[in-house]
């Protein structure tokens, strides 16, 4: 049965609409099921009882035949697809506006979970906001985080929340009757003004003597939990791709490895249901260089984060058995903090992205392979220098240094995602077919050399494949089609620097062929 | 195989076997499928227990009491195998005072009971530090800077220690004169203090002593009075009460002193205590502590150094009583040694540990120590030095070792521990 269906599958290897460029996931579905995720279990079952990685991991399932991430509930091509102006970059999510400070703000609850003290709000035009606030220790560092990485996430194509920075005064709110606070023990007790000013008194002010917080918008729809990185929400029919095998989730490695997300986890994702489900990641505060201390406090990002798991067993154990001796090079890696304090410990001459790891194992991450890697890296590398530098202003650092300095170590690690990428695979790319000439662009930094191709007629009922010439090597990155007649065509492409080949599969149409399918040898 | 990503989609989903026309028709009809058979979520009943551990519907053990009373499970004195009880604790009880008190019942018959009141230190709502620390010598520095406000408190103690190990005074006692005795000992007195700086603490101290000494109860042991006099045990036969008072600084630049990786922490105490009752027994004290902990080239490789001197100096024809006279040996001493083996007027000490942090909550280490006593027979000496070396591993939080397991080796025994707390 099995067989036969991979053979009538196989009997069609592109479909008329072909590449897709959305892929409709928004189907109505009935409410599902609110998940609670326990941030130990998490760890515990990603670190001791990780689904066991597959003999062969498969290529991503929900890539088009481009190998591009179609539009989702999951995902908004952005900045990967176009040119995004500064003014975009930097308006990020945010369309509905800050809380309204000209009427008292209304707390109706504590903040729970994360590792950030705040509050739920409510604004006088019954917007609901979570706002947080940095520690007295650290000012700016976890808000200027967390809307820069915001900013960063929603122009790579992720859902986020809206955030905006906000300046506050003990003044600016009042305690709902319904508002509890959260005590050790599970005890709950309302929250009074003592608590409020207790908890302000312990946040980062600006010199004017205002509190910096961030406040992000509740999202629309219902908040049903957050999702998983591994396999599919058992009550929602739209989502069939297993979640370790979706390439924005592969790839969101890249990403979070390029803005040190170690907090990269489960409990910092969050499904909504507006009649289909929207899957979103929220919390960046401890992105960039804001991190937390043991206690879970807000704090310039540990030195371990980004280099090495909460348990990482294999190194503990070489650690135990040589004495401590074994080295672990990232222990003597020298940050320029406090220099730059608001933005805490990150830097860029010791970080490698492929080493890079997030606080635990990720199922989707361990997944990740070559192209998974090389579509996230394209991705990276359309940010500009300028984009970088505009996104990073949005953190409205108080000091100029600091922020230049975040900005300067961001072009740096972008510039080490993209060449260790982009070397992976064969990085040639941006096809194009004028006319019978069919175009392209190496985007790796190694020259080729020479270009190595031969065309190919493709059967696409039976994926056979014809050779219609011998291999042939030039220096252009030009190639005239071949003077056939076939409705498809393949052209395995290498360079001299690069022996992996790269597929280009061309489908005739009414006004000449076009590119359906590229396939990226790993 | 070539786009090997869409066999996958199709076995991974049961697709109906008709031909496609198109990619959203495929992926709609996997989604209908799956809409036929939709599962409800169910997290399973470990995920649903952490949860509620997470959310804290479940108090933690530690947070765990019934109107300010915590059931705990401690070591109340050296020798007295674990014991059990509960510490009572309400911050804030009248206005700014706060009650303390402790109930321990051991294994071995130990007891202990206090009452302290007044204003304790603590750390927001925290429990304060268990009254009997700061007993030992391996607790001169007992006293940790970071109040927030001046101390000023009432302790008062009595604790019943029904076998306590006594082999003789001085470097030459002997492990087959093993003896045991009962101490009965009550105590109410005043603390106050000031915190000089962040790092830097002053403690004053003083109130009232009341000792009783009696016939050991250990039966494979013979009882002190048995083997010793008052000649070779002073104060045996009629232990003197005591006025005391006392005054310690402590500079403390540990990183964390529960767990430190780098800094260093100096304690100088002094303490007098006037005889109340026979007028022979009347002395003043004199303790230094000092430890230092160096990284060596990383913070996961730690060498912790310890060097402790303890002088009690008797009045003019007056004696230390023994049982008040200090001594090396167990758990945070000379480790390889029985707890109260050497005792002595004169202690020195010197501790060296290497710890490698394998994790950030788990520690390995390699010990060694050396030790001596002396007295008004025979003065501390270097040639008197005992030697001991282990090895150990430890479980921590951030702040303080929950868990020690260690082996530690002498010349005379082999001893293993289990304790719940640091060595030094």
Known sequence: MKAAL?????????????????????????????????????????????????????????????????????????IGVRDMPLEELTQGPRTGGPPDVSRPLVIISAKQGGITPGFTIRDVHENVYFIKFDPAAHPSLSTGADVISKNFFHAIGFNVPEAYILYVRPEYFEIDSGAVVNLPGGK??????????????????????????????????????????????????????????????????????????????????????????????????????????????????????????????????????????????????????????????????????????????????????????????????????????????????????????????????????????????????????????????????????????????????????????????????????????????????????????????????????????????? | MKYLWLFLVAVSVDVPLQAQQSRHELLRKQRDDKRAHLVPYAPNSVEQQM????????????????????????????????????????????????????????????????????????????????????DDVYELASTQPGFSRIPFYMTLRYRYLPE??????????????????????????????????????????????KNEIRSGKASSLPSTEDVFDDTSASGLSKPPDYARWGTQVLLDHRDEPGNPHKGFMIALAYSRFDDRSEDAFSFNRYGLDARAFVPLGSPQRVLALRAGLLVDNADRNHTVPFFMQRSLGGSHTLRGFDSFRWRGEEIMLYQAEYRWEPLPFWDLDAFVEAGAVGGPVEDLSFSNLELDWGLGTRFKTYRDVVLRFEIAFSRETTRYYIRGSTSF
């Not at chain 1, 099921?33 to 009882?49: H, V």
């Not at chain 1, 190919?456 to 494949?465: G, H, K, P, V």
């Not at chain 2, 007195?189 to 002053?202: R, S």
């Open chain 1, 6 to 78: 991979v053979l009538l599958l196989l009997a069609q290897t592109f479909y008329v609409d072909d590449p897709i460029q959305e892929d409709r996931d928004r189907l109505p579905i009935d409410p599902p099921a609110e998940i609670e995720l326990s941030p130990t279990y998490d760890l515990l079952s990603n670190t001791f009882a990780a689904p066991e990685l597959e003999e062969s991991v498969p290529r991503a399932l929900n890539a088009n035949t481009l190998g591009e991430v179609p539009d989702s509930s999951w995902f908004t091509n952005r």
């Open chain 1, 188 to 522: 709950k007790e309302p929250m009074d003004r003592a608590y409020l000013e207790l908890m302000l008194e312990n946040a980062a002010k600006i010199p004017d003597g205002n509190i910096r917080a961030v406040a992000s918008l509740l999202v629309p729809g219902n908040v049903i939990g957050p999702f998983r990185f591994y396999g599919t929400r058992s009550d929602d029919p739209n989502d069939i791709f297993p979640h370790q095998h979706r390439r924005e989730l592969r790839g969101y490695r890249v990403f979070c490895a390029w803005l040190n997300h170690d907090d990269s986890r489960s409990i910092n994702t969050l499904d909504a249901y507006d009649g289909h489900i929207t899957h979103y990641l929220i919390d960046f505060g401890s992105t960039l260089g804001s991190g937390s201390d043991v206690l879970r406090n807000i704090a310039p990002q540990d030195p371990r984060a980004g280099n090495e798991y909460f348990l990482d067993l294999p190194v503990a154990w070489k650690t135990a058995y040589t004495f401590g001796i074994n080295g672990r090079p990232w222990r003597s890696v020298e940050y320029p903090y406090p220099d730059y304090a608001e933005v805490g410990r990150i830097e860029s001459k010791f970080f490698e992205p492929q080493e890079w790891k997030p606080e635990y194992p990720n199922p989707a991450f361990d997944r990740m392979l070559a192209d998974d890697a090389f579509w996230a890296a394209k991705i990276v590398a359309r940010f500009s220098d300028d984009a970088i530098r505009a996104i990073v202003k949005t953190g409205d650092y108080l000091s100029s240094d600091a922020e230049r300095y975040l900005a300067d170590t961001l072009i740096a690690r972008r510039d080490k995602v993209v060449t260790y990428y982009f070397n992976q695979v064969n990085p040639l790319d941006a096809f194009e077919v004028e006319g019978t000439t069919l175009s392209f662009r190496n985007l790796g930094n190694t020259p080729p050399g020479a270009y190595l191709y031969q065309w190919f007629a493709f059967d696409n009922d039976t994926s056979e494949l014809e050779s219609l010439d011998s291999l042939v090597e030039q220096a252009e990155a030009r190639i005239e089609l071949p003077r056939v007649d076939a409705p498809y065509l393949m052209i395995r492409l290498r360079t001299r620097t690069q022996p992996k080949a790269v597929d280009v599969y061309l489908r005739r149409t009414t006004k000449g062929y076009e590119i359906v399918g590229i396939d990226r040898e790993i």
């Open chain 2, 51 to 134: 949860v509620r551990f997470d959310k804290a519907e479940t108090p933690t053990i530690a947070d765990r009491n019934f109107f300010g009373l915590y059931p705990r499970v401690a070591w109340p004195a050296r020798g007295s195998g674990a014991a059990l009880g509960f510490r009572y604790w309400q911050p804030d009880f009248w206005g700014r005072v706060d009650v303390a008190s402790a109930a321990f019942y051991s294994w071995r018959q130990y007891q202990h009971y206090d009452i302290q009141l007044g204003l304790i230190p603590h750390k927001e709502r925290q429990i304060p530090q268990r009254s009997w620390r700061g």
């Open chain 2, 164 to 209: 306590e190990d006594f082999y003789g005074l001085g470097p030459d006692s002997e492990l087959d004169n093993r003896t045991t005795y009962l101490q009965e000992q009550g105590r109410l007195y005043l603390t106050t203090g000031y915190q000089i700086t962040p790092h830097f603490v002053w403690i004053i101290n003083g109130g009232f002593q």
